[in-house]
């Protein structure tokens, strides 16, 4: 059973615009979230991260939301740049072992 | 400098074979990890070790086997008995199991196709 998921499979957004995109879970003992982006045929790389105490957290164009009464997370990029095509991944862990979402593919349009 | 190496980066196998994927850190990581990349799949956990001489299964463990002699090395064998085996292999580790300060450093992936 998914305990982490990507309702959005693909994602287009003009270059300069917000991308949103949209991560559910459904483990309430998941207490730290992260996200990775993801090229063809490489490993993932971490992203930006956030903690169950903590409902914010910004690293330049990058924020992630949590809100834990909706078991819901989303990442912001603002503004989305050409680069920031790729395949980004949510992930949740209660501490020992970390579930990973099916990934939604987002396309900036220059 | 510090991370992942996975080997080999491409493997091609007959079926009936056992292959055996490569995993070194030198990041000082007590945790280990071996995932599988299938399309439109997330990743999915094989195997995770969170100490040397230690190691348990993930959600889809069968026709998998590891070892953790060292706690650089975590090597993945497929088997046999894995009956789909060809997709995209990513190993990973972090630095303990409680994950506060830290997240997941991945490898560059190993493809394995079965001819």
């Known amino acids: 059973d998914q305990q982490v998921k990507q309702n959005s499979p693909s994602l287009s957004v003009q270059e300069g615009r917000i991308s949103i995109l949209n991560c559910d879970y459904t483990?309430?003992?998941?207490?730290?979230f992260l996200w990775y982006k993801k090229y063809p045929a490489e490993g993932p790389t971490f992203l930006i991260s956030i903690s169950s105490i903590k409902d914010k957290n910004e690293d330049g164009r990058f924020t992630v939301f949590l809100n834990k009464s909706a078991k819901h997370l989303s990442l912001h990029i603002v503004p989305s740049q050409p680069g920031d095509s790729a395949v980004y991944f949510c992930?949740?862990?209660?501490?020992?072992?970390?579930?990973f979402g099916t990934g939604t593919s987002l396309t900036v349009i220059p | 400098d510090g991370g992942i190496t996975q080997s080999p980066k491409y493997l091609f196998r007959k079926e009936g074979q056992n292959v055996t994927l490569s995993c070194e850190q030198n990041?000082?990581?007590?945790?280990m990890y071996w995932y599988r990349q299938d399309p439109g799949q997330g990743l999915r956990l094989i195997y995770y070790s969170q100490i040397v001489n230690d190691f348990q299964k993930g959600d889809i463990a069968e026709g998998y086997s590891v070892s953790r002699e060292k706690k650089e090395s975590f090597p993945l064998t497929v088997t046999s008995a894995q009956k789909n085996p060809t997709a995209f292999y990513l190993c990973a580790s972090s630095s303990g199991t409680r994950v506060y300060a830290g997240e997941l450093f991945f490898g560059e992936g190993s493809r394995l196709t079965v001819l």
């Open positions: 992930a949740a862990t209660p501490g020992n072992q970390f579930y």
């Open positions: 990041l000082n990581h007590d945790a």
């Open positions: 483990n309430s003992m998941f207490d730290y």
